[in-house]
């Protein structure tokens, strides 16, 4: 049988991870594991048991009471990135894999108990997975056509995909709500990239946060009453790029809108909190911060 580390040949060797969790109401952090490599965008399951995370293009599971991780079976799908969402039953996962054929992403699923044949979702591409809908219907996406990259939703069986963004800029990071009735998002359309929120069918486009930062991938608590999203310092980065290996922030803010606080500062960015990775009592935030193995970060 092989090691955990000879399936995870293709994992980045650059830079240590650090697998952490912190309490959102002391803001209290805890390192659950530490590797020697590359780990990206941890999903924590609904029984609070394990969390799902990308490294070297495949899936794996940490157990949170043994603290050990597997590979998850993915068949062909085996150049997964960071944007994969487990369905809301915690049967499945959709996961954006890239083509070895064309090297574009596109939406597959897969069971989350593993697979040999992933079944396509979208067929045009590239195609970002960052939502799956409450009540299983349908996932939402990034995708880039025709140049413009706008957010989409299609069924989570396959069919048409719906456009629901047009406004010139980059629109990405789109997850639904709870209670299904809205979708947050990320928006350069601004200047800045900000956080937004729609209806589910892309009406009523409404500015969430008007900072001086960048701020990515809003993520909505399972209880509808908190959102949480990572920002970069403006100048950092340009307002389109959410580069690995920078400061940044996890900020914490009423799903109404109105103030942030920080939750936690930390080096990281890309792989950090690409996905949703509340606890489901909506009282955790898991998260990866790095090290890179020439840098002695805070030196």
Known sequence: MKTLQE???????????????????????????EFDYLIEAPNWTKDGKRLIYNSGGLLCSFDLSSRESTVIHSGFANRCNNDHVLSPDDTQIAVSHHSQEDGQSRIYILPLAGGDQPTLITEHAPSY???????????????????????????AAGGAETQLTDTPGLDDGPEYSPDNRHIWFNSTRSGLMQVWRMN???????????????????HVSPDGESVAYITYRKGDVAPGDHPANKNVE????????????????????????????????????????YQLKSYAVGS
């Open 250 to 289: 996890i900020r914490l803010m009423a799903s109404g809108g109105g103030q942030y606080r920080t939750l936690a500062e930390l080096f990281g960015g890309q792989g950090t909190i690409n996905v949703n990775s509340w606890s489901p009592d909506s009282k955790q935030l898991a998260f990866v911060s």
């Open 200 to 218: 589910a069918d892309g009406s009523e486009q409404t500015q969430m946060t008007y900072d001086e930062s960048n701020s990515w991938f809003p």
């Open 7 to 33: 399936h995870l040949k293709h994992a980045d060797r650059g830079v240590k991870s650090f697998l952490e969790s912190v309490d959102v109401t002391t803001g209290e952090r805890q390192v659950l594991a």
């Open 129 to 155: 997975l960052h939502g799956w809908s409450p009540d299983g219907s349908t996932l939402s996406y990034c995708a880039e056509r025709n140049g413009q990259y706008d957010i989409y939703t299609i069924p």
